[in-house]
């Protein structure tokens, strides 16, 4: 993963009971390649990434980071579950949900320039760089059964294919649980021909080569009370 874009609020620095950083969070709005709509006039559309990271070289790093500086970040895609609390509308107890989540785990972080007083000053530096804000490149196996590979159409009527990808992991993570936390599985969502070409070609267990970009999104989700 390559991303290039700007801190809209300071990264956050998670200390120990002694108050030492034992980590650091932060995302990166980063902007899409095309950012003129078909008039020329200027449409930015960003994605936000999440970055974390443990590394205590990175995390003193990330320390000197300031809202609105252009980041550079280079690192791996990362996907996991995490157990968070959620408070049931109806009778107020709390329920333990398996929540999943995607971040970039880097292994390179810097600051690209600095000392930028608003975000439109920073939309005209990622501008210039807009090819290079945002890349993701993979290789995995498709790990969805052949009929859950989706194809349908966006509210736009632009046909989409989406897939589940298991991709290993070419690195060590202090945080990985064992041997068989060795895999992420990111979902991939390609568009138009490619989207036709992916439905018709792929099935489970292909191999695929992904050159693309981080698409963020909030999503809502459902569970039942357990009270």
Sequence with gaps: ISL????????????????????????????????????????????RPIILTSDPRLVQKIKSFKNHDIIEVKGNFTTGCV??????????????????????????????????ENDAEGLHELVETAEISNIAKMIGRVCSPTDHIYHGVTEIEQSYTKYQLAVNRKYYMATSNG?????????????????????????????VYIDGYIHTMAFNINCKCEH
Excluded at 93 to 101: G, K, L, Y
């Design 4 to 47: 290039r874009g700007q801190l809209r609020k300071d990264p956050t620095i998670v200390t120990d009971d002694m108050g030492e950083p034992i980590s650091a969070v932060f995302s990166l709005h980063t902007l899409k390649r095309n950012v003129r709509d078909r008039a020329g006039n200027l449409d930015p559309k960003f994605d």
């Design 83 to 116: 157990q968070k609390p959620k408070k049931c509308p109806v009778c107020g107890e709390v329920n333990i949900i398996e929540t999943p989540f995607q971040v970039v785990t880097p292994l390179y972080v810097g600051v690209i320039r600095t000392g930028i």
């Design 179 to 207: 041997y068989e936390d060795h895999t992420d599985y990111p979902y991939v969502i390609s568009y138009e021909d490619v989207a036709d070409k992916d439905y018709a070609a792929l099935k489970q267990g292909a191999l």
